[in-house]
């Protein structure tokens, strides 16, 4: 079991810089909290794929700023040395800076320890602002569901050279901006890398390949609990047999040792 003091942004940066890769795991309750800290999740996902896991809508549009704070409140309770993130959830950060700047403080208030949004060079001066007043961001680009209807669908993003080289731009931007963290979903993973490369902090992926900082799974999908709808990306970790406590830690300790993601099975390239 590893070491229960709670981690700091500090300690995540020194992992990153040590090479060491940083296991990240959507959570939306105390006793899941509980049980991905035990088996050593370094960074709790409060996500607004609860949308979609908890709420059963078909995606992250309805989930407002209220259903975020009551789940970060949870995850929050129940963790202990875990690294905790609230997402911002659709349409709480749009319409200004100081929209955003309010709908970070409630998740701050309710325990979230960093903020997530989605989005590229639009969202630099919301992320600017937060991390001047002492909001730590971690930025979201690649698929953003949040734009699913502009996207087209869920799509694989950057697969173009224009695409690939806005991605490249806008994820500088945002480090720039202040962001401590960067997520990266549905890419192919030369440009995940190339990301990852160009940047000094973490670049978390969730189908974006393994050359990057760390990984990131929705937890029903770790779990097995995607069915036949889980994407191509996703590993059942309790397919192996044991508890849900057994499947969390072999997630950990395939992240860090970097036997997941297989690349060979990353069809996005
Ligand atoms: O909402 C969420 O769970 C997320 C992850 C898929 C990265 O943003």
Not at 75 to 100: K, T
Request: hydrophobic share 50%.
């Amino acid at each position: 079991m590893s070491e229960r003091r709670p981690l700091t942004l500090h300690q995540l940066r020194a992992m990153h810089a040590a090479g060491e890769k940083i296991a990240m795991l959507t959570c939306y309750d105390a006793t899941f909290a509980r049980v991905a800290d035990d088996a050593g999740v370094d960074v709790l996902l409060v996500g607004d794929s609860l949308g979609m896991v908890l709420q059963g809508h078909a995606d992250t549009l309805p989930v407002t700023l209220e259903h975020m704070a009551y789940h970060v409140g949870c995850v929050a309770r129940g963790r202990r040395r875990a690294w905790v993130i609230g997402d911002l959830p659709f349409a709480s950060y749009h319409a200004s800076v100081a929209q955003a700047v309010d709908s970070a403080a409630v998740l701050m208030r309710h325990g979230a320890q960093m903020v997530k949004l989605e989005g590229g060079g639009w969202t630099a001066p919301a992320v600017r602002a937060l991390c001047e007043r002492g909001m730590p961001v971690c930025a979201h680009l690649g698929l953003t569901p949040q734009s699913v209807h502009a996207l087209g669908g869920w799509r694989v993003q950057g697969r173009d050279d224009a695409g690939a080289q806005r991605l490249v731009r806008e994820a500088r931007e945002l480090a720039e901006a202040g962001a401590a963290m960067l997520v990266l979903e549905l890419t192919p993973a030369a440009l995940a890398a190339q990301v990852a490369q160009a940047l000094p902090i973490p670049v978390i992926g969730i189908g974006a390949g393994a050359r990057i900082g760390g990984q990131v799974l929705v937890l029903h999908d770790a779990l097995g609990l995607a069915g036949a709808r889980a994407p191509r990306f996703v590993r059942n970790f309790m397919a192996d047999g044991g508890g849900i406590a057994d499947a969390l830690e072999r997630y950990v300790n395939a992240v860090k040792s970097g036997a997941f993601p297989d690349e060979s099975l990353h069809a996005f390239e």
